[in-house]
């Protein structure tokens, strides 16, 4: 699971960009040709304990556009427009339009695009570009000059020297600063659970896609029982315990690149309800610091899932790097093509490659650990290519298929790869030559010792065991079941 913060104003659009526009009831149940002939991703669904403090809306139905705009833009009532339009004119007071439309404060949004300094320096260069070519020099110089005019008008007096200046420019320049209106939490499955869902039978894939929008679920239900508090008081000097998240959930079924990636974003909203009512804020630094145990109750939960559901089996690579975290695996799912499928990692690393060979050029030295992880932002930004056309999952199954049978060798080898995969040997496997496995193409992921073995996130065996059993043995709701805090989706 990743997270990052999501802003007020249009700061979650990204969401809602490819969603089809399924024919739903209002209740927001999709035909199964629907599913598969629409095109674009499936309409988010509303989530969460805290829905439940959201009147007119509950948890499972579906999210609109406007309903996202309301809640995520500017931090209002997902149904302000809506519970606006019923005020008969007699009621348009301002107590009346407040209880219709606030959830707590709303948020201060800020257009980055107005700043009047930017603008200022912008039409300055342009007038001079008419007339004459501006090297950098004086383009600095027309920086400054705007700068002093606008310190004289905001102090009444130029700048006292240049480190005022340079202060002052320093001010002006910075983007005003957004409100966040809610967090992105990702969950994504090991390329093995995405490789093995784009080519099974459609009934097989629709188990997966269950499996992991109820570990989804899971996670969420650890997030909301360990890491989901407000702060209230002078300086929020006091935490405070809350009903539980409000989020909407959408689920994606492939990358930038169009390869399969089938994965979740739950948009928590940056709005939480106290047991006294109150509509405050979400304490971020908890729910960073849960990160890491979150993401692991999903790839436990997931594993768990899968294996009961379909009788896979799980076990580490040992063909990555050692002194990274293991990564867990479908046994029987092909690393060629789980390779052929990671076009996007693949050309993040590649380019994180090439910017760290420039850095020590121009540096002398390698880059430090907080270095590198910056170049690799750096990375991902300038790799990220633009959205493909929507496509049905039936154009997308049709095209990994192909893609499958191209990587592996023929139609057979992949049916013969499922196989292996839904049908593991009850022996461990101990190398990843085929040793155990059936037919010799088809080859298993090693089974270390329990001693050496660590999970996705690098908790030790017995910690993981201990913590797993413990998630396990809670009683776990059925996978067809709906409820109000934890919906179907």
Same mark, same amino acid.
């Given at each position: 699971?990743?997270?990052?913060?999501?802003?007020?104003?249009?700061?979650?659009?990204?969401?809602?960009?490819?969603?089809?526009?399924?024919?739903?009831?209002?209740?927001?149940?999709?035909?199964?040709?629907?599913?598969?002939?629409?095109?674009?991703?499936?309409?988010?669904?509303?989530?969460?304990?805290?829905?439940?403090?959201?009147?007119?809306?509950?948890?499972?139905?579906?999210?609109?556009?406007?309903?996202?705009?309301?809640?995520?833009?500017?931090?209002?009532?997902?149904?302000?427009?809506?519970?606006?339009?019923?005020?008969?004119?007699?009621?348009?007071?301002?107590?009346?339009?407040?209880?219709?439309?606030?959830?707590?404060?709303?948020?201060?949004?800020?257009? @980055? =695009?107005?700043? +009047?300094?930017?603008? /200022?320096?912008?039409? #300055?260069?342009?007038?001079? %570009?008419?007339?004459?070519?501006? $090297? @950098? =020099?004086?383009? +600095?110089?027309?920086? /400054?000059?705007?700068? #002093?005019?606008?310190?004289? %008008?905001?102090?009444?007096?130029? $700048? @006292?020297?240049?480190?005022?200046?340079?202060? /002052?420019?320093?001010?002006?320049?910075?983007?005003?600063?957004?409100?966040?209106?809610?967090?992105?939490?990702?969950?994504?499955?090991?390329?093995?659970?995405?490789?093995?869902?784009?080519?099974?039978?459609?009934?097989?894939?629709?188990?997966?896609?269950?499996?992991?929008?109820?570990?989804?679920?899971?996670?969420?239900?650890?997030?909301?029982?360990?890491?989901?508090?407000?702060?209230?008081?002078?300086?929020?000097?006091?935490?405070?315990?809350?009903?539980?998240?409000?989020?909407?959930?959408?689920?994606?079924?492939?990358?930038?690149?169009?390869?399969?990636?089938?994965?979740?974003?739950?948009?928590?909203?940056?709005?939480?309800?106290?047991?006294?009512?109150?509509?405050?804020?979400?304490?971020?630094?908890?729910?960073?610091?849960?990160?890491?145990?979150?993401?692991?109750?999903?790839?436990?939960?997931?594993?768990?899932?899968?294996?009961?559901?379909?009788?896979?089996?799980?076990?580490?690579?040992?063909?990555?790097?050692?002194?990274?975290?293991?990564?867990?695996?479908?046994?029987?799912?092909?690393?060629?093509?789980?390779?052929?499928?990671?076009?996007?990692?693949?050309?993040?690393?590649?380019?994180?490659?090439?910017?760290?060979?420039?850095?020590?050029?121009?540096?002398?030295?390698?880059?430090?650990?907080?270095?590198?992880?910056?170049?690799?932002?750096?990375?991902?930004?300038?790799?990220?290519?633009?959205?493909?056309?929507?496509?049905?999952?039936?154009?997308?199954?049709?095209?990994?298929?192909?893609?499958?049978?191209?990587?592996?060798?023929?139609?057979?080898?992949?049916?013969?790869?499922?196989?292996?995969?839904?049908?593991?040997?009850?022996?461990?496997?101990?190398?990843?030559?085929?040793?155990?496995?059936?037919?010799?193409?088809?080859?298993?992921?090693?089974?270390?010792?329990?001693?050496?073995?660590?999970?996705?996130?690098?908790?030790?065996?017995?910690?993981?065991?201990?913590?797993?059993?413990?998630?396990?043995?809670?009683?776990?709701?059925?996978?067809?079941?709906?409820?109000?805090?934890?919906?179907?989706?």
């Amino acid at each position: 699971m990743s997270i990052h913060k999501l802003t007020a104003g249009s700061g979650y659009d990204y969401l809602t960009r490819q969603v089809a526009a399924f024919d739903a009831t209002s209740k927001g149940h999709v035909g199964l040709a629907s599913y598969y002939t629409e095109r674009g991703e499936s309409p988010g669904i509303w989530v969460g304990s805290g829905m439940v403090g959201i009147d007119g809306l509950q948890a499972g139905d579906p999210v609109t556009a406007q309903q996202m705009w309301a809640l995520f833009g500017v931090g209002m009532h997902p149904l302000a427009t809506q519970r606006l339009e019923q005020l008969s004119d007699d009621q348009l007071g301002d107590e009346n339009i407040r209880a219709a439309t606030r959830l707590g404060a709303p948020f201060k949004v800020c257009n @980055a =695009a107005s700043n +009047r300094f930017q603008v /200022a320096v912008a039409s #300055r260069f342009a007038d001079l %570009a008419r007339s004459t070519n501006l $090297p @950098a =020099a004086n383009q +600095r110089d027309v920086r /400054a000059d705007v700068a #002093r005019e606008f310190f004289q %008008a905001e102090h009444g007096r130029p $700048p @006292a020297d240049e480190r005022e200046l340079a202060g /002052a420019i320093a001010k002006l320049s910075r983007p005003p600063v957004q409100a966040v209106a809610g967090y992105d939490l990702t969950f994504s499955p090991v390329k093995s659970v995405s490789a093995l869902w784009a080519v099974a039978e459609p009934q097989i894939s629709a188990v997966i896609e269950r499996a992991h929008r109820t570990a989804v679920r899971d996670a969420l239900g650890f997030i909301e029982t360990h890491a989901l508090y407000a702060r209230e008081g002078s300086q929020g000097v006091r935490q405070v315990n809350v009903q539980g998240l409000v989020g909407a959930a959408f689920t994606h079924r492939d990358s930038r690149a169009g390869d399969p990636d089938l994965h979740t974003h739950v948009a928590v909203a940056n709005k939480v309800q106290t047991h006294q009512g109150r509509w405050l804020s979400i304490d971020g630094r908890v729910l960073f610091k849960a990160v890491v145990a979150a993401s692991e109750t999903y790839n436990t939960a997931l594993e768990h899932h899968l294996r009961n559901l379909l009788g896979v089996r799980f076990a580490e690579r040992s063909d990555l790097d050692p002194r990274k975290p293991a990564v867990r695996e479908i046994v029987g799912v092909e690393p060629e093509l789980m390779a052929h499928w990671s076009t996007r990692r693949h050309d993040i690393k590649a380019r994180s490659a090439e910017l760290s060979v420039k850095f020590q050029r121009d540096h002398g030295r390698p880059p430090t650990p907080v270095e590198a992880l910056r170049l690799a932002q750096q990375a991902t930004l300038e790799t990220r290519a633009a959205k493909h056309e929507p496509r049905t999952l039936t154009e997308q199954r049709a095209t990994w298929h192909a893609q499958a049978a191209e990587t592996l060798g023929g139609h057979e080898a992949i049916q013969a790869m499922i196989n292996t995969a839904l049908h593991p040997t009850p022996a461990p496997w101990t190398s990843i030559d085929g040793a155990g496995c059936p037919g010799r193409r088809h080859k298993c992921w090693p089974q270390s010792s329990a001693a050496g073995r660590r999970g996705k996130t690098g908790m030790s065996a017995p910690k993981r065991t201990a913590r797993s059993a413990a998630l396990m043995s809670k009683p776990t709701r059925s996978m067809d079941s709906s409820t109000r805090s934890s919906p179907r989706f």
